[in-house]
């Protein structure tokens, strides 16, 4: 992955950086149903279901109209990490670019600690341990 950690306000990756997630990638360009479920449910904090998701995606892209969708997700998604309508407005990614908005966004989360793959429960178990575990503190007077 990106080896830089992701600051606020900017993308971790480029949104012609596929290849950074080999797995991701082939898995968009062959299903790209699942990988905008997972981004859903994800950034939608778990109110849009992988599956419902992934469905709507496989009947809106039956009529060619899949954009209007999932550029939704990529608003939420920048709303989230204030990241910047970059190279321009969602809708235009998504229509112009689809396969490689549905990865950059997808790695997006990866990068920043999320695995879309465990859904939204268990992304939000984990960082509420994260949160809330207290620092370990050494016994004894050791400086």
Known sequence: MNSKSPTLGQWSTGLYDCFEDYGNCCLTCCCPCVTVGRTAEIVSRGATSCCAAGATYVLLAYFGCQCL??????????????????????????????????????????????????GWELNAKKMEAAVTSAPSVARGMAR
């Open 69 to 118: 969708y999932t550029c939704t997700f990529r608003d939420k998604l920048r709303a989230l990490f204030s990241l910047p309508e970059d190279p321009c407005a969602d809708c235009c990614v998504h229509f112009w670019c689809a396969p490689c908005a549905i990865c950059q966004e997808y790695r997006e989360l990866v990068n920043r600690g999320l695995d879309p793959s465990l």
